[in-house]
């Protein structure tokens, strides 16, 4: 199933320019276009109706170390994961000398529904996420996780996209941060035709610089109807909202960011900020109190698609492995493994 969706996207995508790309990556770089800053705007209220979380988002937080075998029953979990067949020698056989661990690569992630999220189901926990980068300031914010021992959901707009930031990239999935589409050039989808290009453009130049291929998608300004959901969705990407928008783009003073966090956040939350768009000082200088403060208050911070119950997509690691490659026992919650190209 997956292997036929991702040459579906590898036979769309085909056709252009080969720069510098992975080897574990089959879709080739696109031509890009250095600028991307633009202004931050308030997202305008959605235009489609939202519909509650899935119903089979994850209940009770299985441990990460369940990988391989698919966490949540009645998940897609049945359906592609292979095991590692196909791979050398049998996976970690830890503390035996000579017989090295095998490794696996973080590839992408498998979502579901065709709805516009806007929360998770109602535990405890949220779903931190940054938009408009890469930019200048991303570098610190990845730090600043690493620091708060926290991942985080980073939406990115394809034209700031490039093998300069491939360091960067590799090291946020090496974190288990993960890596979403928001657009290529940022604009009002509703407004504007080419929804299908924007999307795919970015799939492919994020996946073409860290050889990952995102499943979630945000739409800039919160702007979507059922027809850009659907094609998101025809992509393999679904549709992220948020319900917590503190408006750091407009840098109310980094108080003012923790607080109105803080006020709106519930179980399942998802927050919205931004590490992109122009200096992002105030919003760096938020999230150590911000997830400090969540994490006293009893919340588990996690990923989007963590919290949505998506599966995180690995393979056997052959290439970049010392970079990025992880033991089967610190795979990600409902892991699928699917078999080496
Ligand atoms: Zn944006």
């Given at each position: 199933?997956?292997?036929?969706?991702?040459?579906?996207?590898?036979?769309?995508?085909?056709?252009?320019?080969?720069?510098?790309?992975?080897?574990?990556?089959?879709?080739?770089?696109?031509?890009?276009?250095?600028?991307?800053?633009?202004?931050?705007?308030?997202?305008?209220?959605?235009?489609?109706?939202?519909?509650?979380?899935?119903?089979?988002?994850?209940?009770?937080?299985?441990?990460?170390?369940?990988?391989?075998?698919?966490?949540?029953?009645?998940?897609?979990?049945?359906?592609?994961?292979?095991?590692?067949?196909?791979?050398?020698?049998?996976?970690?056989?830890?503390?035996?000398?000579?017989?090295?661990?095998?490794?696996?690569?973080?590839?992408?992630?498998?979502?579901?529904?065709?709805?516009?999220?806007?929360?998770?189901?109602?535990?405890?926990?949220?779903?931190?996420?940054?938009?408009?980068?890469?930019?200048?300031?991303?570098?610190?914010?990845?730090?600043?996780?690493?620091?708060?021992?926290?991942?985080?959901?980073?939406?990115?707009?394809?034209?700031?996209?490039?093998?300069?930031?491939?360091?960067?990239?590799?090291?946020?999935?090496?974190?288990?941060?993960?890596?979403?589409?928001?657009?290529?050039?940022?604009?009002?989808?509703t407004r504007t035709g080419g929804v299908r290009e924007q999307l795919l453009r970015t799939l492919g130049v994020i996946r073409a610089v860290s050889g990952y291929a995102p499943c979630v998608f945000r739409p800039p300004y919160g702007a979507v109807d059922s027809s850009v959901v659907q094609t998101a969705r025809s992509l393999a990407l679904a549709t992220?909202?948020?319900?917590?928008?503190?408006?750091?783009?407009?840098?109310?003073?980094?108080?003012?960011?923790?607080?109105?966090?803080?006020?709106?956040?519930?179980?399942?939350?998802?927050?919205?900020?931004?590490?992109?768009?122009?200096?992002?000082?105030?919003?760096?200088?938020?999230?150590?109190?911000?997830?400090?403060?969540?994490?006293?208050?009893?919340?588990?911070?996690?990923?989007?698609?963590?919290?949505?119950?998506?599966?995180?997509?690995?393979?056997?690691?052959?290439?970049?492995?010392?970079?990025?490659?992880?033991?089967?026992?610190?795979?990600?919650?409902?892991?699928?493994?699917?078999?080496?190209?």
């Amino acid at each position: 199933m997956i292997a036929g969706r991702a040459a579906r996207l590898r036979a769309a995508v085909a056709g252009n320019v080969l720069t510098a790309l992975l080897v574990l990556s089959t879709v080739p770089t696109l031509a890009l276009s250095g600028h991307g800053a633009r202004a931050a705007g308030r997202a305008p209220a959605p235009t489609t109706p939202l519909a509650p979380p899935a119903a089979s988002a994850p209940a009770g937080a299985p441990a990460p170390g369940k990988a391989g075998a698919p966490g949540e029953s009645g998940t897609p979990g049945k359906a592609g994961p292979t095991t590692e067949s196909g791979t050398p020698g049998k996976p970690g056989v830890p503390g035996k000398p000579g017989v090295p661990a095998a490794l696996y690569r973080i590839v992408g992630c498998r979502s579901r529904g065709a709805i516009a999220y806007r929360s998770g189901p109602h535990l405890r926990e949220v779903a931190l996420s940054f938009d408009d980068g890469p930019a200048a300031d991303t570098p610190a914010f990845v730090s600043m996780l690493e620091r708060a021992r926290a991942r985080a959901t980073f939406f990115m707009i394809g034209a700031q996209v490039n093998s300069g930031y491939r360091s960067l990239m590799l090291r946020e999935l090496r974190d288990g941060d993960v890596l979403g589409d928001h657009t290529y050039s940022h604009p009002d989808l509703t407004r504007t035709g080419g929804v299908r290009e924007q999307l795919l453009r970015t799939l492919g130049v994020i996946r073409a610089v860290s050889g990952y291929a995102p499943c979630v998608f945000r739409p800039p300004y919160g702007a979507v109807d059922s027809s850009v959901v659907q094609t998101a969705r025809s992509l393999a990407l679904a549709t992220v909202l948020w319900n917590v928008d503190p408006a750091d783009w407009a840098r109310p003073g980094t108080s003012a960011i923790v607080q109105r966090v803080l006020a709106q956040v519930q179980p399942g939350s998802i927050i919205l900020s931004h590490d992109g768009g122009g200096p992002r000082g105030q919003t760096l200088a938020a999230y150590p109190e911000i997830i400090g403060a969540l994490r006293a208050r009893g919340y588990r911070i996690v990923t989007i698609p963590e919290l949505l119950g998506f599966h995180p997509v690995y393979r056997p690691c052959v290439k970049l492995c010392s970079a990025i490659g992880v033991p089967r026992s610190k795979l990600g919650r409902g892991a699928i493994i699917e078999r080496a190209p």
